[in-house]
Structure formats: structure tokens, C-alpha cells
């Protein structure tokens, strides 16, 4: 099982893109969904996830700017994100945790923010 993610691109600065995740296969039992991001030569971060009772928890960064969203029959999660900023440009990462705490990651997608 793979998880493909997708809408990444070059944006200016206060514009916005809709990031998606999809699992290629079942993953049974999903719990969480969430995206990180990784700006070069910085840690991965947590951007924003959303639990399978729909509780989502975002970095301060992004809030009241990015909403996570997730479809659980797709078995896919999205990014919606707005008023972008300089700062926001990175590789976006999704990841699926199971109830048993099985992570899966995706592949990444480049998010540039220009001015």
C-alpha cells in the first residue's frame, strides 16, 4: 500500500492550492491523517491532522489559514490551504497512523510560494 500525494505547485504569495492523499491500496483501521511539511535544511513539522472522530489539531503557523479534511470511504486526506505565505514553501508530506500505530508516508509533493 502506497499513499499518493498530489496538488503541489508554484503559487504567489496569498494565493492557494488544495493538496490531496490517497491510499493506493486498503489500510484497514485508520486512525489519524495527517501532513507535515519539510523546508530545506529544517526538521520535519507537523502541519496539521485530523483523527477518525474528525478532531483536527494544526500548527499555530497555519491556523485559520490551512483546513485538513479527510474522506474515509477514498480513504483520502486533504490540504486545503490559503493565504499563503513565503514561509509555507516545503515538501508536503501525508501520513496515515492506524489504531494499532502502523505509519504510513507518503512520497511528498513540493510546495513553492513565491513573492
Known amino acids: 500500500v502506497q499513499l499518493q500525494a498530489s496538488g503541489g505547485g508554484l503559487v504567489q504569495a496569498g494565493g492557494s492550492l488544495r493538496l490531496s492523499c490517497a491510499a493506493s491500496?486498503?489500510?484497514?483501521?485508520?486512525?489519524?491523517m495527517g501532513w507535515y511539511r519539510q523546508a530545506p535544511g529544517k526538521q520535519r513539522e507537523l502541519v496539521a491532522s485530523?483523527?477518525?472522530?474528525?478532531?483536527?489539531n494544526y500548527a499555530n503557523s497555519v491556523k485559520g489559514r490551512f483546513t485538513i479534511s479527510r474522506d474515509n470511504a477514498k480513504n483520502t486526506v486533504y490540504l486545503q490551504m490559503n493565504s499563503l505565505k513565503l514561509e509555507d514553501t516545503a515538501v508536503y508530506y501525508c501520513?496515515?497512523?492506524?489504531?494499532?500505530?502502523?505509519?504510513?508516508w507518503g512520497q511528498g509533493t513540493q510546495v513553492t510560494v513565491s513573492s
Open positions: 485530523i483523527t477518525s472522530a474528525d478532531i483536527t
Open positions: 501520513k496515515f497512523t492506524t489504531h494499532w500505530y502502523r505509519d504510513y
Open positions: 491500496g486498503s489500510i484497514f483501521g485508520i486512525n489519524a
